[in-house]
């Protein structure tokens, strides 16, 4: 799994490209713990993501409670693969995704 | 299918989850059922991975029969349980959200792992058991195949042995089977329900953010579940089953006392009012008394609500009681397919084949008045949403069939969710209407309740008066929302019903082999109630898209 940031202002932009899983998905929380002072919107872009697993989804979980706090998140170009993940689980009911 | 074996090593996951693929392929399994079945396996394999010996296998495969789909993985390693596997998904940093956060996960593994795990360890060997697929139609083979083989051994024991004996083997095996089970379920019946109706009602302070447009949509549910009986009891009217020859079938010495019983009973619709408030706790489980039960139930799960900030044990008290009961209930009714036989081969021993007849006519009775209770929901959708009622059937059919092949409103819920969705309702509407509507409003459940109630009551020669009517109707609303959801649980809610108006528990005996049949046209009545009241409030508050609806299928 391969994570690229781009700050632009307050606005941060997450790419992952590859697998979420309960390997690669505490690299997920690294970025977050370390990365998002001053940050008022955080999106997550997927368009490259294949999967996630539970770990994966507890990640974006976990960001949306610290960006509540401070500003917003989104979720954009998931595929049908990763967007049946989070419709089965209710995530999608949870988490702000743009199509 | 061939099994699959590996290293017990993180990294030969990825390959292991594409194994599993090819089985859910080869099985047929729909995409989007897959999704959650997989989470699963990943954290299975990740756990049995975790807890491996050093340079153990893990292997894996795949089996279940009748439709039934089911994982079976083995590793050697020390032991490990559920928790183990869940615990490492709660969020652990101290931020002010967590305690949020971590209620969605509970909910989301309360999803994900529901009854469908079972782990354990055998001598150092870990086995886990995961159901991927619990195909209804299993359940609905064994059990009509229990009916046939049952009749067909009471009619061969009828014709080829004497008399004498036929009814030693009916006193000696069949009867001591069939009362061992009715009086376990007589015994769950009155705490599930008790547990079930409160834990339900306890979450609807979670509802009160929704305020106005929910408390609509609850009033309009309260009131096709009231049109739902009087289809119910209309229905009956015109096909007026229950033959009273019956009542041998069932218990011949009971039968004469209850009717004797219902000859002598006169209790006023005052009474019956009054008497739903019980004067302690413990008498309405000692008889039974479910108006009472229900009060009481009620009362609880108001107080779970109104506490939930303050005292939250004790909401998770009867959501952990529900849970309870439900399990316990979910192993009495896995014996359904034993007590039909029993039940028929016992009837037929002493019973003609025409009068089993008598029996199977509920069935078709039935489902006449869930297809009526359909074209009122059609009705319903004209007059008072201004919409077109073809137009609905055609956009929402889809979700229909899921509800009728698969006899559960929330296992066809996500089928229904699309539907609305592709038929132009708002979101905003149906994401929790629909949902609600799958525990809350089953209008299916109620037109068999009533009819089954009536059905009864005729073939043990009870009048039916205005109070039993009463009482049928407050007890069936109630038992509607807060039916028990478990298989076989409306079978749990008749079973507590019909005392109430004077006919034994023992009755259901007659419909039990049958019910899986009519479960399947209900869930099909209760999941179109619950999009038809979604998509008229969603067309009486502007959050329809009546250009998609119009549009319908074809834009698919």
């Known amino acids: 799994m391969e994570i690229r940031q781009k700050r632009d202002g307050d606005m941060l932009t997450i790419e992952i490209e590859g697998r979420i899983d309960a390997v690669t998905a505490p690299e997920i929380g690294k970025v977050l713990d370390n990365g998002l002072e001053g940050v008022t919107k955080l999106i997550f872009d997927l368009k490259d993501l294949e999967y996630t697993s539970s770990a994966g989804l507890r990640e974006f979980l976990g960001a949306q409670q610290i960006m509540e706090e401070q500003g917003s998140m989104v979720i954009r170009n998931a595929n049908e693969v990763v967007m049946d993940i989070f419709e089965e689980t209710g995530f999608s009911e949870i988490l702000d995704i743009e199509e | ?556």
């Open chain 2, 1 to 556: 299918m061939r099994s699959y074996i590996c290293k017990s090593d993180r990294s030969e996951i990825p390959k292991a989850l594409d194994y599993i693929q090819e089985c859910f392929d080869k099985k047929m399994i729909d995409k989007k059922k897959r999704v959650r079945p997989l989470l699963v396996a990943e954290e299975i394999l990740e756990a049995l991975c975790h807890y491996a010996e050093e340079g153990s296998e893990l292997r894996i495969d795949v089996g279940g029969t009748l439709g039934n789909v089911e994982l079976r993985y083995r590793c050697r390693g020390t032991e490990f349980d559920i928790d183990a596997i869940e615990e490492k998904l709660f969020l652990v940093k101290k931020t002010p959200g967590n305690e949020e956060a971590n209620e969605v996960i509970r909910q989301l593994l309360e999803r994900l792992f529901g009854n469908s795990l079972s782990i354990r360890n055998d001598k150092g060997m870990n086995r886990v058991s995961q159901t991927v697929v619990t195909s209804t139609y299993a359940v609905l083979i064994y059990t009509i195949a229990a009916l046939v083989l049952g009749v067909i051994a009471g009619l061969l024991i009828q014709t080829l042995l004497p008399a004498e004996t036929g009814k030693a083997i009916s006193d000696y095996v069949f009867s001591p089977i069939y009362t061992v089970f009715m009086n376990a379920l007589k015994m769950i019946v009155a705490p599930l329900v008790f547990f079930s109706i409160a834990a339900s009602i306890s979450e609807f302070s979670n509802l009160r953010a929704l305020g106005r447009l929910a408390g609509r949509i609850i009033v309009m549910y309260v009131i096709t579940s009231l049109i739902a009986i009087g289809i119910g009891i209309a229905t009956y009217e015109i096909f007026p089953i229950g033959n009273p020859a019956l009542v041998a079938a069932v218990d011949a010495e009971a039968a004469t006392e209850t009717i004797a019983k219902g000859e002598s009973a006169s209790v006023s619709i005052k009474d019956t009012l009054v008497g739903i408030v019980p004067s302690d706790v413990i008498t309405p489980f000692q008889k039974s008394d479910m108006l009472q039960i229900i009060f009481m139930a009620v009362l609880l799960g108001l107080a779970a609500a109104a506490l939930a900030r303050q005292v939250p044990l004790i909401r998770d008290f009867v959501r952990t009681m529900n849970k309870a009961f439900s399990w316990i209930t979910g192993c009495i009714v896995a014996f359904i397919p034993l007590i039909v036989f029993c039940s028929l081969a016992k009837m037929m021993v002493s019973m003609k084949l025409t009068d089993l007849v008598d029996v199977l006519v509920w069935v078709p009775v039935v489902y006449i008045g869930d297809i009526l209770m359909i074209c009122a929901y059609l009705l319903i959708l004209l007059v008072v949403g201004g919409l077109n009622p073809l137009k609905f059937l055609g956009n929402y059919y889809p979700a229909m069939i899921s509800g009728f092949t698969l006899a559960s409103s929330n296992a066809a819920l996500p089928s229904s969710i699309r539907q609305c969705g592709k038929m132009g309702v708002s979101e905003k509407i149906y994401s929790f209407s629909l949902p609600l509507g799958a525990t809350i409003n089953m209008d299916g459940s109620c037109i068999t309740l009533i009819i089954s109630s009536l059905f009864f009551a005729r073939i043990y020669g009870l009048p039916v008066t205005g109070n039993m009517l009463l009482s049928l109707f407050i007890a069936i609303i109630v038992l509607s929302m807060g039916s028990p959801g478990v298989p076989g649980g409306n079978l749990v809610c008749l079973t507590l019903l019909v005392p109430q108006i004077g006919v034994p528990a023992e009755a259901v005996s007659l419909v039990m082999g049958l019910y899986p049949l009519v479960g399947m046209m209900q869930t099909m009545a209760n999941v179109t109630g619950d999009a038809v009241v979604t998509t008229v409030i969603a067309s009486r508050e502007g959050l329809l898209d009546k250009d998609m609806f119009n549009l319908g299928m074809k834009q698919q």
